[in-house]
């Protein structure tokens, strides 16, 4: 077999590894020194000692030391602190009933205010398993009490629990903007108006929904309604404060005053100042607090040192060459080309996870940038918007698994599955959308630090 031929059977492989459950991480490190061994082999090893006497272990020592010092991924860990705390500071049931009671007038109340604080706190947590399943214990009793239709409710809950991956401070947009060696401020502004499109074209799919098809959403009964007086202040108490906080952080990386890890340090601190107004911050909660974090932060580092251990030896056997040769042969127009990396990635979504699809798939289509004049932030955005996709798309729609795996017996899978299907729709409308004006994605990065060149 020839070095490309070799790549591209280790590209096979992954792929059928991960679909059998291996770790990704660890599968991801044993391919590229299992095949990096055989890349950089030189000669048979004449004692024990020269099995090591291979450039591989160079190359994954250096990826190893090059993760630790990536500033950028400083704010990785801190980010998620910040939402861990938050978590469990008791905000967001607060938060969610407030929201409940000011829109208690509109069709689909109550799933407007699991859409309002989904999009809020997953903004400050960027966990998605975290958000579905808290909301899931929040939300999905409310409104199933209310007669919801079960698929109906658990649609909300899971589309609403995604919007953290893209709406800023994202921790996906601070891997990509290292995988792909952009500015993260400028990819947080690039996500700005396509994460609150999405979020509102989630809340406006409801309201029409429900007001056509009443018996999906109806009022709840006897429901005690406090004065709106209390109704206010029950907002301010709740969404101000978390509202504030979020603002700061990522007004703070906007405004050029602080870099990504600089403010995720003040977010961080932020929420330890709430979960102690909210006096709900205790030494066991701080505990498991760091305990996620770090096991999360893990997990990501370690997926940063495999993958590039992984692409490295990829790149180095020709694959991404054949790839590149492959897709620049077909003679494509620029949109051409943005429809078909979009639809690779989309199919790919359903298999796979978007860490696996951001950190092994999208460097294959980055290099192609420049020869099709696709502007880097514009391709980012339409990749994040396409990688809310990988939750919501059967058979590994995790955000499905997160709130089965809370609700157990009230719910079927497939149930859950049929709720996702309108917003995959949504999703690829939005995209469409952005395709068809660039300036929404563009507009903000380029009005805060000047037209791109590149």
């Not at 991801?28 to 055989?38: K, S």
């Not at 004449?46 to 990536?70: H, K, R």
């Not at 979020?199 to 007001?211: D, H, Q, S």
């Not at 990504?260 to 030494?283: D, F, K, N, Q």
Request: proline share 6%; net charge neutral.
């Amino acid at each position: 077999m020839t070095d490309p031929q070799v790549a591209i059977l280790m590209l096979s492989l992954f792929i059928l590894l991960v679909l059998l459950g291996f770790p990704i991480a660890f599968t991801l490190l044993a391919m590229g020194v299992g095949f990096g061994y055989y890349a950089y082999y030189q000669s048979a090893p004449e004692s024990i000692s020269d099995i090591f006497n291979n450039n591989i272990f160079y190359l994954l020592n250096q990826n190893t030391y090059s993760v630790m010092e990536n500033d950028t991924l400083v704010a990785i860990p801190l980010f998620l602190f910040m939402g861990y705390v938050v978590e469990r500071a008791n905000i967001v049931d607060r938060l969610f009933f407030s929201l409940y009671m000011a829109a208690r007038n509109l069709p689909g109340s109550l799933a407007i205010a699991a859409l309002l604080t989904c999009a809020v706190f997953s903004t400050a947590s960027g966990i998605v398993g975290a958000v579905v399943t808290l909301m899931g214990l929040l939300a999905y009793p409310a409104m199933a009490n209310a007669g919801y239709q079960r698929s109906f409710a658990s649609g909300v809950i899971c589309a609403g629990g995604t919007l953290g991956i893209l709406i800023p401070p994202s921790i996906m947009l601070i891997v990509y903007a290292a995988i792909a060696e952009l500015s993260p401020l400028r990819l947080y502004a690039a996500a700005v108006f396509p994460g609150l499109m999405l979020a509102g074209l989630y809340i406006v799919y409801v309201m029409v929904r429900v007001w056509l098809n009443p018996s999906l959403a109806p009022k709840p009964q006897g429901e005690d309604i406090p004065p709106k007086r209390q109704i206010y202040m029950d907002l301010l108490v709740s969404f101000v404060p978390l509202t504030v906080l979020i603002l700061l952080v990522l007004g703070s990386i906007l405004g050029g005053l602080a870099t990504p890890a600089e403010a995720a340090a003040m977010g961080a601190l932020g929420g330890l100042v709430l979960a102690v107004l909210y006096r709900s911050l205790t030494w066991d909660k701080v505990k498991q607090s760091v305990f996620l974090t770090a096991k999360a932060t893990a997990m990501v580092c370690w997926l940063f040192v495999g993958s590039w251990t992984f692409a490295s030896i990829f790149s180095y056997l020709g694959g991404h060459d054949v790839i590149e040769h492959w897709v620049v042969g077909m003679n494509l127009q620029p949109w051409q080309f943005l429809v078909l990396a979009q639809l690779i990635i989309f199919l790919l979504g359903w298999p796979l996870e978007w860490s696996e699809i951001l950190i092994i798939f999208v460097p294959i289509f980055l290099p192609m940038l420049e020869t099709f004049g696709v502007n880097p932030y514009f391709f980012a955005m339409l990749v994040a918007l396409n990688l809310q996709t990988s939750f919501l798309t059967p058979p590994m729609a995790m955000s499905a698994y997160y709130l089965k795996g809370v609700l157990k017996n009230q719910i079927q899978l497939m149930e859950i599955f049929k709720g996702l299907m309108p917003y995959l729709a949504i999703v690829i409308l939005c995209m469409v959308l952005m395709y068809q004006f660039p300036g929404i994605a563009l507009w903000l990065p380029d009005y805060l630090f000047g037209v791109w060149v590149p």
